[in-house]
């Protein structure tokens, strides 16, 4: 057999070449160029405006949530303030301007200007990426229902604490050292005050107050006995009181409006009816109020009012939570708002509310 010849030093050279060259073609094409840098999801398109205005259906990463406000509740129109200065929410961006529907990632209607609308909703295109909200503030006993309301939505924002969005009338707040010491109960001149505009016979809290009436001297305000007070007498005649009657209009799970807060936040008591005692000390201090329901009968509420009225230092326990805490109003259109549009940007999950009816009205 014929041996084999070793390689020629030409032949060698070539060999090395071609290495060299293919090691290069490797580099060139598998290798970042220092002149395209990578972003954080591996492409090297890294240039996304904040001010994107891509349609919900075509998100870009960095762009803000837009939430679109479809129309103020109660014609109360809020302004459009920063939600990162008032709730501490970035990446938010809120319109009332429905130009922008089909750029809105989420879109707010308020069930009251649903139910005259419906079937305009039922009518309308939808982008697939964009959420629609249901918000409420009312209780299901001052809610009109309406079955095709099922399947709608998305999302539910109310005062109902298992709400998608959850948002509370006002809330009790951590109170700075200032405001600790700035308070102190103002001089009272009356024993049990109501201010109501909403009278119908059936309600509870109308038959409460003809009972309670009988055994004290309740000071009566608004548009139910022809007293109507403006802003400034509102807060002055509350705080002038001992204690307020803070009845809800219907009593529901979570349904705790400003007639809890709003005593609390002047200097009275509120004597509450409303859901039960576990449910108000879910949303503020137990010795911050009296509940209707601690009584067997108004009568014996009433003898405790009067005691509280001749023993100060008993009468002062309901405000040791001042000691510590604050009640803050809240900005419920602009906040449910906000917190809708932080909730669509954090959960990019598909949701939809099935039986509204049934999770509202039960």
Same mark, same amino acid.
């Given at each position: 057999?014929? *041996?084999?010849?070793?390689? $020629? ?39 996304? *405006? ?17 939430? +679109? ?5 109660? $014609?109360?129109?809020? $302004? ?7 709730? %501490? ?8 301007? /429905? ?5 809105? #990632? ?6 009251? #200007?649903? %139910? =005259? ?27 009109? /229902? ?15 604490? #298992? ?46 107050? /003809? ?10 305000? =608004? ?6 007070? =403006? ?19 219907? &009593?529901?799970?979570?349904? &705790? ?32 109020? &009296?509940?209707? #329901?601690?009584?067997? *009968?108004?009568? @014996?509420?009433? @003898?405790? +009012?009067?005691? +509280?009225?001749?023993? %100060? ?6 405000? /040791? ?13 602009? @906040? ?25 009205? $039960?």
């Amino acid at each position: 057999m014929k *041996s084999e010849r070793p390689l $020629g030093r030409r032949t060698l050279l070539l060999v090395l070449v071609a290495l060299l060259c293919s090691e290069g073609l490797f580099y060139a094409l598998y290798t970042p160029s220092a002149q395209t840098p990578r972003c954080s999801d591996g492409t090297s398109n890294c240039n996304h *405006s904040k001010d994107d205005k891509s349609p919900a259906g075509r998100r870009t990463p960095d762009r803000s949530t837009v939430v +679109l406000i479809w129309r103020w509740p109660y $014609g109360h129109r809020a $302004g459009l303030q920063s939600c990162s200065k008032l709730f %501490q929410i970035i990446g938010c961006r809120l319109t009332a301007d /429905r130009r922008e529907y089909d750029k809105a #990632d989420g879109v707010m209607f308020h069930h009251k #200007d649903v %139910q =005259g609308n419906l079937s305009e909703l039922l009518r309308m295109r939808r982008p697939p990426l964009q959420k629609w909200v249901w918000m409420n503030m009312e209780s299901p006993g001052n809610s009109r /229902r309406r079955a095709h309301l099922d399947g709608l939505f998305n999302l539910t924002a109310s005062y109902r604490r #298992d709400s998608d969005v959850w948002v509370s009338y006002e809330r009790i707040v951590e109170a700075s050292e200032d405001r600790q010491k700035a308070f102190k109960i103002p001089p009272k001149d009356k024993l049990v005050c109501w201010i109501v505009t909403h009278w119908n016979m059936r309600f509870r809290r109308v038959q409460y107050y /003809r009972e309670l009436s009988k055994h004290l001297t309740v000071h009566t305000y =608004g548009g139910a006995f022809e007293r109507p007070l =403006g802003l400034q007498e509102y807060h002055s005649v509350m705080s002038s009181c001992k204690f307020y009657l803070s009845f809800e209009n219907s &009593i529901h799970k979570d349904y &705790i409006t400003e007639k809890l807060f709003n005593p609390m936040r002047v200097g009275a008591v509120p004597v509450v009816l409303g859901p039960p005692r576990e449910n108000y000390e879910e949303l503020v201090p137990a010795g911050s109020f &009296i509940h209707v #329901d601690d009584f067997k *009968s108004p009568q @014996e509420l009433a @003898e405790h +009012l009067v005691f +509280l009225d001749q023993n %100060q230092d008993a009468y002062e326990r309901f405000f /040791r939570w001042r000691q510590h805490f604050t009640a803050e109003r809240s900005h419920l259109s602009l @906040e449910h708002a906000c917190r809708i549009c932080d909730h669509i940007k954090r959960h990019k999950v598909y949701t939809v509310v099935k039986s509204l009816s049934k999770w509202f009205w $039960g």
